[in-house]
């Protein structure tokens, strides 16, 4: 929280309360799309089901993009997903996908995601992906593969 104290100039306060905050990296990844006239519900807004395929189309992006294999091809599981709805989208609207990578563990991937409609936050997100051994269906460590290239595009640490 910002205080304003007597005697001390309004800029001060806020370098100095940002110095005391911990700051969020910035998104590292978007990719934008037209609403589709499926995804309306009886309202015309789009229904809140197809905001997780958003997120869907966006991770799919990323991990052709970014980790250079396509997303239907790597064993994982997701094991959460946590969405807050802003703002109704309509179908003249273009939606943007933003997305990071905000925590890499040994078998995990955490993702913050946040949805544009012309540039107005319409939802956020944050989903919990586990590497997954397909054929005894338990948590397996990230492979070098997906891992090497993740880090080095978020800005984690190894």
Do not use: C
Not at 19 to 40: C, H, K
């Amino acid at each position: 929280m910002i205080e304003i104290h007597r005697g001390v100039q309004p800029i001060d306060a806020v370098l100095s309360a940002l110095d005391n905050e911990p700051i969020m990296a910035a998104y590292t990844f978007e990719t934008s799309f037209d609403p589709r006239y499926r995804d309306l519900d009886v309202n015309g807004h789009v229904n809140q089901a197809v905001y997780l395929s958003y997120l869907e189309q966006a991770r799919t992006k990323y991990w052709e993009e970014v980790v250079g294999i396509r997303h239907d091809r790597t064993p994982v599981a997701m094991v959460r997903q946590e969405i807050d709805y802003e703002a109704p989208i309509v179908l003249d609207q273009r939606v943007t996908v933003a997305q990071r990578i905000v925590e890499l563990g040994r078998t995990s991937l955490q993702i913050e995601y946040e949805v544009r409609a012309d540039g107005t936050t319409a939802a956020t997100a944050e989903v919990v992906l586990l590497a997954l051994d397909r054929e005894n269906h338990e948590a397996t460590p990230i492979p070098s593969e997906w891992r090497e290239p993740i880090e080095e595009h978020e800005g984690l640490s190894k």
